[in-house]
């Protein structure tokens, strides 16, 4: 095997951990919480709420963004020292991620959550700024999840207030 295949399959091999992480969080939020969706559909919703079949195709195009935004800084080289502070920030949004589906949906405190995903939203915009100091595209690919995000809040704020 040539040094140049070997060097593409590693590469490869990391994209595909990678992104299977950051799909991987989705998808246990997902399945920890699927049979709460019944009870999320009682509520009042604004009218900007999107379908319901839009959060899983949204959030699996972000969490596959995600994933390659941070095999791109990972490439970098994890051992300096920019890289592994930009993404132990990816991680940690990653994990406020994942626990802000749980506190929204299993456990219904709207309230807090709004709280959770305010502290989410700053993380993945400073995992973002920190990106951008390494990757421009890594950077790049976050910015549709800022802004999802940024979305999710404001549904967040106004399910919370229509529910009280």
Known sequence: MSKKYSGWKRRTIGVFISVSIAEG??????????????????????????????FPIVWSILFLMMGIASYLIY?????????????????????????????????GLRGFALLWILILLSLIVLAAVKFYKIDKIAAYLM??????????????????????
């Open 143 to 164: 910015t549709p999840y800022i802004l999802w995000v940024s979305f999710a809040s404001i549904l967040n704020f106004s399910i919370w207030q229509l529910n009280k």
């Open 75 to 107: 490439y970098h080289g994890f051992e300096k020292a920019k890289v592994k502070n930009a993404l132990v920030f990816y991680e940690i949004q990653l994990a406020f991620n994942f626990f802000w589906t749980i506190i929204f949906f299993r456990f």
């Open 25 to 54: 969080v989705g998808i246990l939020s997902a399945l920890l919480t699927k049979d709460t969706m019944g009870k999320y559909k009682e509520l009042q919703q604004p009218l900007f709420s999107p379908p319901g079949w839009v």
